[in-house]
């Protein structure tokens, strides 16, 4: 059910408790990619890692960056605990980069891990795998796209060694392969289910097949140009993607943003997330069976889009964020019919929300199906509806507020069932918040200017952000150098760090209820992939 | 008969939707054609799971490396005559992502493409006006000739130009009638 929970630990200084435990052994930097910046070496990173964990139940791994630095490679670990967000600091020879794992301590830290060892060759001790995760099957060995010296053009595939037929297997266990072409699925990814009768016992999921190389190209592009390749990870929630970007940028230039301009960003956000939360509740009726409530919600979407199309000129990529503000201002005579929209919207909300309390056959095929305990959730840094679902209260907008969330009141919807069905009533609900959002936006929206010029040239320096995207929790770190290039860009997607909740809730369900539940995780492998 | 399997061919053309490597926004357009304020099956385009079935492939995105292999053996997999629509900007040309390193660009690097979609996405509507323009030139020649010869006897309309006038006041009041006869038949 709804609920307005307290962490009873949200207390904890967790600066603090690094300093009694590990002090002359680590240095702390305060006020540095994020609250602080813990700078390790030799291993420490677990110590202190396991200190963060003990002494709250809520510290998650958001995301793992690896950073060509010359001789060395930096891996940096960003950590939220339940009230502060930090990055511990660790390096490795480049000729040697071996580093323990973490995924003892923390087991959602698994994908993250992977992911830095196929794409800048760090050798995490404990956590490999045979063959490319994100990477083509046929990509030659040794070679680290991230890595500073390797050129796109340079890079040479090995030639697909010639198929060999393969005798199918017979028996009470078989492998069914999801993808990366299925009627299931609207992107390609590959999920190989072992199924014991009609019982899945395992899922190997095998990412990478929408894997652009976005970090490595946003490299060779100005700030600017950037600002559209990033909104480009993800077609569905792309403004909130070139959000983070910007600011991020904005921090390391230290710009304010003007007011209004924050509160258009504010209804620009709300918008992709409507549409974003139709379009899964939406998709969702479609993996069950049940298309009339696929179609009526589609249908109702289709005034977002025009929304959307109204306040940025196009349906899809608003394009609307920019460095120190936004590229268009809201008309005083648009507002009347965005209004009308909402309200029409919000009326039909009663019967959805009737639909997805009240419906058999939401019922039989979402309720305790693919539960995610609030143990595990904790365990595998679980983000977004997917944690909210599960009972754990982590809203960027609530514990970091961006933009003008500070101040405009809203409520942040929590269940505890962790099931299927409480995902989508997370987003039902969140509909309705993000029409409130909107509304009070408009009915507040602060006069002067929607942008300030800044420089195009940004100085030398590193920042970390995180805003709450649709999908959950978005993360990007951002390197300058000091010139108009960045050195490095990181994006972490909510999609990404949800992928170890679907293998943890698929064990041991029946094989058909495995497309509802992973509908319910709202996958997006363009973001997962990048 | 084959005239009758061009005839079923354009009047309902059984697409195949492969994503190869597109950031989801061309995708959620293509599924948007399907829904109700854009509703494409009206024109008997029908969305088809299996490659087996297909007509049309519909391909978005910018064809990773990973993708490539596959896309063909999807493409070998469709029964002749196929016909390959390439829909975004990264489908026809490789678009903000050309060049990257796990990127091979374009569709028609990989299979040949009947006809090219631009935009970042397109809207639905120009999928819809592209995959109208490839039906109309999979029709066989004979229909196509048939409006001509329509047209031709319109000719001598135009030779007499001062009596155009006349005609459009006549329609407007035959077209009258239709709308009154059919407003009751609406409240009914």
Redesign the interface.
Known sequence: MRRQNQTPNSNIDIINVIETKLKDKVQIQLGQLGKAAIVTSNGLHRDVLKAMVEADEKTAIIAITGLDLGANLGVLYHIRTSNAFLTIRAEVPKDNPKIQTVIDIIPGAVFHELEVSDLLGVVFEGNRLPGHFV?????PEGVY?LRKD?K??E?K?NP?PPEEEKQPEYGKIVKIIIG??H?AL???EKFAVTVDGETVTKVEPRI???????E??AESRTYLQDV??IE?????C?TIHACNFVEGVEKILKTEVPPRAKYLRVIALELNRLHSHL?TLGHAGLEIGYETL??YF??D??PI?DLIELTSGN???ASLMTVGGVRRDLKDTDLPKIKTTLEDLRKKLPFYRQIYRDEPSIKARMQKVGVLKREDALKLCVVGPVARGSGVDIDVRKDEPYEAYGEIPFKEIVYTEGDTWARMNVRMNEVEESINIIEYAIDHLPTGPFRVKAPRVVPAGEAVNRVEAPRGELFCYIKSNGTAFPERVKVRTPTYANIPAFLKTAIGENIADVPPNFVSLDP?F?CTDR | MANIITWARVKSPWVLHFNSGACNGCDIEIVALLTPKYDVERFGVKLEPSPRHADVLLVTGCVTQQCAERLKRVYDQMPQPKFVVAIGACACSGGVFAGNYNVVGGVDKVIPVTAYIPGCPPRPEAILDGVVKLLNALSPPKPKKQPKQVKTPELPKEEAKPEVAKPEAVTQQEVKPIVEEAKPNAKQ
Do not use: D, T
């Open positions: 990477l083509s099957e046929y990509w796209p390797v796109a053009s890079i595939l697909p990366p072409q009627p609207l992107e390609p990478g097949y929408v894997h652009r190389g976005i490595k190209a559209y390749l480009r990870i993800c077609g569905i792309n379009l696929f179609q589609w249908r979407r289709e889009m349906r899809v990529y997006c363009s």
